[in-house]
């Protein structure tokens, strides 16, 4: 099944730059989708981007999919404290999630 | 517009005991899927139900089953508690279900510890 793999797991930063963080997929795809959440709470949805689409924006959030490399990756400019979070990416009709990448932005 | 409600938050259980969550989806959303979030698993999908059927399932034993009212409320139910079964168990809602198309809308989660 399909299964969404962040990657690095953890990331600190420090407020204003920029953190990335990737993530790869096994199988084909209809779209991809990145969450947040915020310790022990509910996941939010960020961004959604399509199997055709390359790149996508919303914010301070650039999301690219690269379907050839059957990867994607979220970029979070200019990061604030708030920023601070697990983000996961989620692939297939379960939205199969992965383990997610842990982003500490530090004041 | 309300969002997700799950019920309870917070719950303690203890070994072979059973345990009912409730997820209230948004309004007008007819698909409801649970998932397992530990800290070793990450997030695991359980089961997905639309329109009181149950679409989607994930690899989990037959001790965890749910079922969907007509109003597209749903509830989750693990027999037989296992220490392994302490989680945080998260349900979300679409309108039209998990994947294809939007995004999934969570709830706060139902924390359950099993002793």
């Known amino acids: 099944s399909q299964q969404g793999e962040e990657d690095p797991q953890a990331l600190s930063i420090q407020e204003g730059e920029n953190a990335t963080m990737n993530c790869s997929y096994k199988t084909s795809i209809n779209n991809l989708q990145w969450y947040r959440q915020n310790s022990g709470r509910g996941l939010v949805h960020l961004i959604l981007?399509?199997?055709?689409?390359r790149e996508k924006h919303s914010g301070r959030l650039r999301v690219t999919l690269d379907t050839s490399k059957k990867s994607s990756s979220l970029l979070i400019t200019a990061s604030r404290a708030a920023d601070t979070a697990s983000y996961f990416c989620?692939?297939?009709?379960?939205?199969?999630f992965g383990k997610g990448n842990q982003v500490v932005v530090i004041p | 517009k309300a969002g997700v409600t799950q019920t309870p938050r917070y719950l303690i259980k203890t070994r072979g005991q059973q345990v009912t969550l409730s997820c209230s989806p948004i309004?007008?959303?007819?698909?409801v899927s649970w998932y397992q979030q530990t800290p070793g698993q990450g997030l695991q999908f359980l089961f997905e139900?639309?329109?009181?059927?149950?679409?989607n399932k994930g690899n989990f034993p037959g001790r965890f089953s749910g079922r969907q009212f007509s109003n597209s409320r749903s509830e989750m139910n693990v027999s037989t508690l296992e220490l392994g079964d302490s989680a945080l168990y998260l349900c979300?809602?679409?309108?039209?279900?998990?994947?294809?198309?939007?995004?999934?809308?969570f709830g706060e989660g139902s924390r359950l510890t099993v002793l």
């Open positions: 309004s007008g959303h007819r698909s």
């Open positions: 989620a692939t297939g009709n379960r939205l199969a």
């Open positions: 981007i399509r199997s055709n689409e």
């Open positions: 979300a809602s679409s309108r039209t279900g998990t994947g294809n198309t939007g995004e999934l809308f």
């Open positions: 139900y639309f329109s009181e059927t149950q679409r």
